[in-house]
């Protein structure tokens, strides 16, 4: 009987052995798996933040990229507007000096037109003096012909006449 208890002791060992090789395979696989669900769940959750962090990088970028091309293009606006004021009074002065210049290219031309209307007047003046200065001398020469011819004595001959009815006093 000691060979069966000892074939049933080993069985019954082998058995409990095999049970326990069992119930430890179970617990580690269990346990295996408990660590694989929860690295599994780990990783989901690491795997849903880096999620959230790159789409919350990636809003904040937009965010910063929007308000990056608003802040530029109000710059470009201000610019714009001031290139435009500048330009605006840079195109207000120059009509300010055309507007001056053309006054004063009226003013020389209405000068012009002045001296050249007294010149006129000047040169029908001189025209009507020497026309009287003409028509005097011939007056002249005509009254001094009549008074010879009355007198009967030539210019030189009554200048003559004249020195001696009146002496000279020295």
């Given at each position: 009987?000691?060979?069966?208890?000892?074939v049933?002791?080993?069985?019954?060992?082998?058995?409990?052995?095999?049970?326990?090789?069992?119930?430890?395979?179970?617990?580690?696989?269990?346990?295996?798996e408990?660590?694989?669900l929860?690295?599994?769940q780990?990783?989901?959750?690491?795997l849903?933040?880096?999620?959230?962090?790159?789409?919350?990088?990636?809003?904040?970028?937009?965010?910063?990229?929007?308000?990056r091309?608003?802040t530029?293009?109000?710059?470009?606006?201000r610019?714009?507007?001031?290139?435009?004021?500048?330009l605006?009074?840079?195109?207000?002065?120059q009509?300010q000096?055309?507007?001056?210049?053309?006054?004063?290219?009226?003013?020389?031309?209405?000068?012009?037109?002045?001296?050249?209307n007294?010149?006129?007047?000047?040169?029908?003046?001189?025209?009507?003096v020497?026309?009287?200065e003409?028509?005097?001398?011939a007056?002249?020469a005509?009254?001094?012909?009549?008074?010879?011819?009355i007198?009967?004595?030539?210019?030189?001959?009554?200048k003559?006449?004249?020195?001696?009815?009146?002496?000279?006093t020295?």
């Amino acid at each position: 009987m000691t060979a069966i208890v000892i074939v049933a002791d080993a069985v019954a060992v082998v058995l409990a052995a095999l049970a326990a090789i069992w119930f430890v395979g179970r617990r580690a696989r269990a346990r295996l798996e408990k660590t694989q669900l929860d690295a599994e769940q780990e990783a989901r959750r690491v795997l849903a933040a880096a999620q959230q962090e790159a789409e919350q990088r990636l809003r904040d970028a937009g965010v910063e990229a929007r308000e990056r091309l608003l802040t530029a293009r109000s710059e470009f606006e201000r610019e714009s507007h001031e290139y435009r004021q500048e330009l605006l009074e840079s195109e207000r002065r120059q009509d300010q000096r055309e507007g001056a210049l053309d006054e004063r290219a009226r003013s020389l031309d209405a000068q012009e037109k002045e001296l050249d209307n007294r010149k006129r007047q000047i040169e029908e003046r001189e025209s009507v003096v020497a026309m009287q200065e003409d028509a005097l001398a011939a007056a002249s020469a005509e009254q001094r012909a009549q008074l010879e011819r009355i007198a009967g004595l030539t210019s030189d001959q009554a200048k003559a006449e004249l020195m001696r009815t009146f002496p000279t006093t020295r």
